[in-house]
């Protein structure tokens, strides 16, 4: 657990609640699957309650019911990859239970640089970490955020913050730190490296498949929707067409951040 320890704090409000028990798989109804890298996560129902189950490789490691409104649920693991399950069961619920609360839980590598964050964002698959990493090694002053999954919210004043997260992915991430967004960059692989920026349709379609959220669920999409419309007015949207190298992470930082 020690990617969570950064993360304790006393007192505030309590977002939601959850139990962990050990026992066999439960029963649902079975709406959507995701998979990715031997990792599934199967979204159902039993009866209005809200059902996840994670499974690897084909086994399952836990299956978490939640209350319709995700302020509380219950994980009931199996015995196999708990931790798995856990980290799973803590994202989903993070991520249901703060949608109307102006957060969005994103899939996106991000570094801050010079006072602020920039976000990567792209398919599995397209450099997101590369860049992030491209970052690093050549623009001085640059630190990683959160490789994966970093957390987006909008202040009452209308600035929008990242925060790094417990979760990021495959490179061990977890640091406590939050910064105003100075830009999104969403990723294409291309044989040239260009950068322009977004107006607001394209960026809308940009932010949406990067963000964690139940879309079917009129609650979570409704405050996803209002999140991304109020993101889309507080910060600069980019697509870049990139290579792997030098040239792209200054050509990205010149033109965003300078």
Same mark, same amino acid.
């Given at each position: 657990m020690s990617n969570y320890k950064?993360?304790?704090a006393e007192? +505030?409000?309590?977002?939601?609640?959850?139990?962990?028990?050990?026992?066999?798989?439960?029963?649902?109804?079975?709406?959507?699957? /995701?998979?990715?890298?031997? /990792?599934?996560?199967?979204?159902?129902?039993?009866?209005? @309650?809200?059902?996840?189950?994670?499974?690897?490789?084909?086994?399952? =490691?836990?299956?978490?019911?939640?209350?319709?409104d995700y302020r509380e649920a219950t994980l009931t693991t199996t015995g196999f990859e708990e931790k798995m399950a856990l980290d799973n069961a803590l994202m989903v619920l993070y991520a249901l239970a703060t949608a109307s609360l102006k957060t969005a839980l994103f899939? =996106?590598?991000?570094?801050?640089?010079?006072?602020?964050?920039y976000m990567f964002l792209g398919k599995s698959g397209t450099g997101k970490s590369t860049h992030a990493s491209l970052w690093l090694r050549y623009i001085q002053g640059t630190e990683l955020v959160n490789d994966d999954n970093p957390v987006v919210k909008l202040t009452e004043e209308g600035t929008a913050m990242v925060y790094g997260s417990p979760w990021?992915?495959?490179?061990?991430c977890y640091r406590n730190v939050s910064y105003p967004i100075g830009g999104i960059v969403q990723?294409? /692989?291309?044989?040239?490296?260009?950068?322009?920026?977004?107006? @607001?349709?394209?960026?809308?379609?940009?932010?949406?498949?990067?963000?964690? +959220?139940?879309?079917?669920?009129?609650?979570?999409?409704?405050?996803?929707?209002?999140?991304? @419309?109020?993101?889309?007015?507080?910060?600069?949207?980019?697509?870049?067409?990139?290579?792997?190298?030098? =040239? =792209?992470?200054?050509?990205?930082?010149k033109t965003i951040a300078q």
């Open positions: 950064p993360f304790v007192g +505030g409000d309590t977002v939601f609640a959850l139990t962990i028990e050990q026992g066999e798989p439960l029963s649902y109804v079975e709406e959507l699957r /995701q998979e990715d890298e031997g /990792q599934d996560i199967i979204c159902g129902k039993n009866g209005d @309650n809200p059902v996840f189950e994670f499974r690897w490789r084909g086994h399952s =490691a836990g299956c978490l019911e939640c209350t319709p899939h =996106a590598a991000v570094v801050s640089y010079q006072g602020k964050a990021s992915g495959k490179t061990p990723l294409s /692989q291309a044989p040239h490296n260009k950068i322009k920026p977004l107006g @607001n349709i394209a960026a809308y379609a940009v932010l949406v498949p990067s963000i964690s +959220g139940k879309r079917w669920d009129k609650m979570v999409a409704d405050g996803l929707h209002q999140t991304e @419309n109020e993101l889309i007015m507080a910060t600069s949207i980019w697509h870049m067409e990139c290579l792997p190298d030098e =040239a =792209a992470a200054t050509l990205c930082n």
